[in-house]
């Protein structure tokens, strides 16, 4: 079991420009979480998925951030013309839902450190 | 929407001692508290969770407390070690937020020699 997966591990972006960051759920997980780490916000939720299916994007800047999860062995996370205050780790974590949504434990994969300059 | 508080930036203890860290919430539906480890230069790490149902859940080295009424809940870490040095987060989630977990800021532990 290799872990989420997350790709790539460091993105450089001027900005404006466009950021893909891509994830892969440990296989049988059906809740994909995605978060944002900055030293001075902290851990903070941005969306997730169940079953593949959008349940709650209201960490999400709605503007310029979109997320998608098109089949159940990978989501991306869109960031459109980015700027310099998107610099953060990005975090993708996934779980086995069951019957309580989130209530169960997330594996975190090692995230993506994006820079914009 | 839920508020997570975690009253400790950082915790320094000497190693065999033991290490309290405390966060309160805000929103009474909340019924999941998942508490998560993440060690220098890498990402986070399940350690343990209680749920609603029970005020105290152990493993090994590890006791949870949760006090409903006052919502408030704990992580208690026995004979503590070097490598238990790391940043705990604890975290909160219910069906009013649509299960979404919202964490709290983070505590640093360092356990000295």
């Known amino acids: 079991n290799a872990g989420v997966i997350q790709t790539p591990r460091h993105k450089v972006t001027g900005k404006g420009q466009e950021a893909t960051l891509w994830c892969e759920p440990i296989?049988?997980?059906?809740?994909v979480f995605w978060y944002r780490q900055t030293i001075v916000q902290g851990l903070e939720f941005l969306t997730y998925?169940?079953?593949?299916?959008?349940?709650?994007d209201s960490g999400m800047p709605k503007e310029r951030f979109s997320a998608q999860m098109p089949n159940q062995s990978h989501s991306t996370l869109k960031i459109q013309s980015t700027q310099p205050q998107d610099s953060a780790v990005y975090l993708c974590?996934?779980?086995?839902?069951?019957?309580?949504?989130?209530?169960?434990?997330?594996?975190f994969g090692p995230g993506t450190r994006l820079t914009v300059l | 929407g839920e508020k997570v508080e975690q009253h400790e930036s950082t915790l320094s203890v000497r190693e065999g001692d033991s290490a309290v860290i405390n966060c309160t919430y805000t929103?009474?539906?909340?019924?999941?508290f998942p508490w998560y480890k993440q060690e220098a230069g890498k990402s986070l790490h399940f350690v343990i969770d209680?749920?609603?149902?029970?005020d105290r859940k152990q493993s090994q080295r590890l006791t949870v407390l949760l006090d409903k009424k006052a919502k408030r809940f704990s992580l208690h870490i026995t004979a503590t070690q070097p490598e238990d040095s790391a940043i705990y987060f604890c975290?909160?989630?219910?069906?009013?937020?649509?299960?979404?977990?919202?964490f709290g800021s983070g505590t640093r532990l360092l356990v000295s020699p």
């Open positions: 209680i749920r609603s149902n029970v």
């Open positions: 929103d009474t539906a909340s019924s999941y």
């Open positions: 975290a909160a989630s219910g069906r009013a937020g649509g299960y979404k977990v919202v």
């Open positions: 998925f169940r079953n593949q299916a959008p349940i709650d």
């Open positions: 296989s049988g997980h059906s809740a």
């Open positions: 974590a996934s779980s086995f839902s069951g019957t309580g949504g989130a209530r169960a434990e997330q594996f």
